[in-house]
Nanobody, 121 residues
C-alpha cells in the first residue's frame, strides 16, 4: 500500500514556474514507477510525465516536453514535477500516481488527492 500526498500547487502568471512535490508513505516507494497526471475542468485526466523506479528514465507528454521535468528522491520518498514556462492551458488539478505495472502510459494503482495549478494570462 502506498499513500501519496501532493503539494506545491498555486496561482502563477504565464511564463512562471512551480515545483510540485508528491510525498509517499511506505518503505517500498523505490520499487514503484511514478507518474504525474492532470485534469482540467470538463476534461479527462491526461498523462503528463513518468519516471522509472530508479529515476534513470523519464517520459513526457508532447505538450510539456522541454518545459516540465520529473525527478525523484528515493531517500525522501518524494517525486517532483518542475514546471517552467507555464501557460494558461497548463491550468488543472495535478495528480501523482504510483505503479508496479511498468512505466509511462500504463495503469496506475495508487493516486494522490491532487493539487490545483492555475496559470493566469
Amino acid at each position: 500500500q502506498v499513500q501519496l500526498v501532493e503539494s506545491g500547487g498555486g496561482l502563477v502568471q504565464a511564463g512562471g514556474s512551480l515545483r510540485l512535490s508528491c510525498a509517499a508513505s511506505g518503505r517500498t516507494f523505490s520499487s514503484y514507477s511514478m507518474g504525474w497526471f492532470r485534469q482540467a475542468p470538463g476534461k479527462e485526466r491526461d498523462f503528463v510525465a513518468a519516471i522509472t523506479w530508479s529515476g534513470d528514465s523519464t517520459y513526457y507528454a508532447y505538450s510539456v516536453k522541454g518545459r516540465f521535468t520529473i525527478s525523484r528522491d528515493n531517500a525522501k520518498n518524494t517525486v517532483y514535477l518542475q514546471m517552467n514556462s507555464l501557460k494558461p492551458e497548463d491550468t488543472a488539478v495535478y495528480y501523482c500516481a504510483a505503479t508496479q505495472r511498468g512505466y509511462g502510459r500504463v495503469d496506475y494503482d495508487y493516486w494522490g488527492q491532487g493539487t490545483q495549478v492555475t496559470v493566469s494570462s
